[in-house]
Each structure stands twice: as structure tokens, then as C-alpha cells.
């Protein structure tokens, strides 16, 4: 059975047609884009090339998208965030702060193997 390859180098010349009818220009100077999934989890375009028309309502942004947690981009991205994002940043910081309890919890048991020495030090050694 011979299978055909298609020539995906024409699908983006019709692409690239369709964006040029609906006036699209590029916009330099972008380096980062970050869509915010409903999840939680944001993608993540480094140095992408962004076209768009605002009287289209259009928006291109084309390059290498990468599926990152919102913990991995923090703090660089704060700024970006809007409200639907703050029920992220909480669950966020409350799972920051139980794991903070949860280590001072253990550093407590660490100290349970010293022995407790009484206010006066002398007589604890006199009595061993």
C-alpha cells in the first residue's frame, strides 16, 4: 500500500491568504503569551509570532506552546492574572501554607529526642 504525504506548505499559504484578506498585521516585540486554562493549567508560548486585526476580531499567535502548571511561571506572571484566576492563587497559597505547618510540625518531633533539663542545669547533672 503506497501512502500519499500531503504538502502541508500549501495549507499555510491558503492560511497565510485568508489572515492577509482579513487585514492581520504583525505585532514585533512580543516575547512571551500565556492562555489561561479553566484547569488551572496555563499554555505557555515563548517568544511566539503574534499577528492580529482588531476589526476582524482576530488573533494568530503561532510557535512552540508548551502546557505548564501556574506554580512553575510564579512570580513572573502575577500581573497577568485577572479574577477568574484568583481561586487558582489560592488553592495555590493554602497549599504553600499547609506545607509550611507540615514541616514545622516535623521539626517539633525532631526535638522530642532532646530531654527536658528542668530550669537548673547543675542539678540535672549532679542527679546522672
Same mark, same amino acid.
Given at each position: 500500500?503506497?501512502?500519499?504525504?500531503?504538502?502541508?506548505?500549501?495549507?499555510?499559504?491558503?492560511?497565510? #491568504?485568508?489572515?492577509?484578506?482579513?487585514?492581520?498585521?504583525?505585532i514585533p516585540g512580543i516575547e512571551?503569551?500565556?492562555?489561561?486554562?479553566?484547569?488551572?493549567?496555563?499554555?505557555?508560548?515563548?517568544?511566539?509570532?503574534?499577528?492580529?486585526?482588531? #476589526? #476582524?476580531?482576530?488573533?494568530?499567535v503561532a510557535g512552540h506552546g508548551?502546557?505548564?502548571?501556574?506554580?512553575?511561571?510564579?512570580?513572573?506572571?502575577?500581573?497577568?492574572?485577572?479574577?477568574?484566576?484568583?481561586?487558582?492563587?489560592?488553592?495555590? #497559597?493554602?497549599?504553600?501554607?499547609?506545607?509550611?505547618?507540615?514541616?514545622?510540625?516535623?521539626?517539633?518531633?525532631?526535638?522530642?529526642?532532646?530531654?527536658?533539663?528542668?530550669?537548673?542545669?547543675?542539678?540535672?547533672?549532679?542527679?546522672?
Amino acid at each position: 500500500k503506497v501512502v500519499k504525504h500531503q504538502n502541508h506548505g500549501a495549507d499555510d499559504k491558503q492560511l497565510q #491568504a485568508q489572515l492577509k484578506r482579513l487585514g492581520v498585521n504583525n505585532i514585533p516585540g512580543i516575547e512571551e503569551v500565556n492562555m489561561f486554562k479553566e484547569d488551572g493549567s496555563v499554555l505557555h508560548f515563548s517568544a511566539p509570532k503574534v499577528q492580529a486585526s482588531v #476589526a #476582524a476580531n482576530t488573533y494568530v499567535v503561532a510557535g512552540h506552546g508548551e502546557s505548564k502548571r501556574l506554580e512553575e511561571l510564579l512570580p513572573g506572571i502575577i500581573n497577568q492574572l485577572g479574577p477568574d484566576n484568583l481561586v487558582n492563587l489560592k488553592r495555590i #497559597a493554602e497549599g504553600f501554607a499547609a506545607n509550611s505547618e507540615a514541616g514545622k510540625k516535623a521539626g517539633s518531633s525532631a526535638d522530642d529526642d532532646i530531654p527536658d533539663v528542668g530550669s537548673n542545669f547543675e542539678e540535672v547533672s549532679k542527679t546522672d
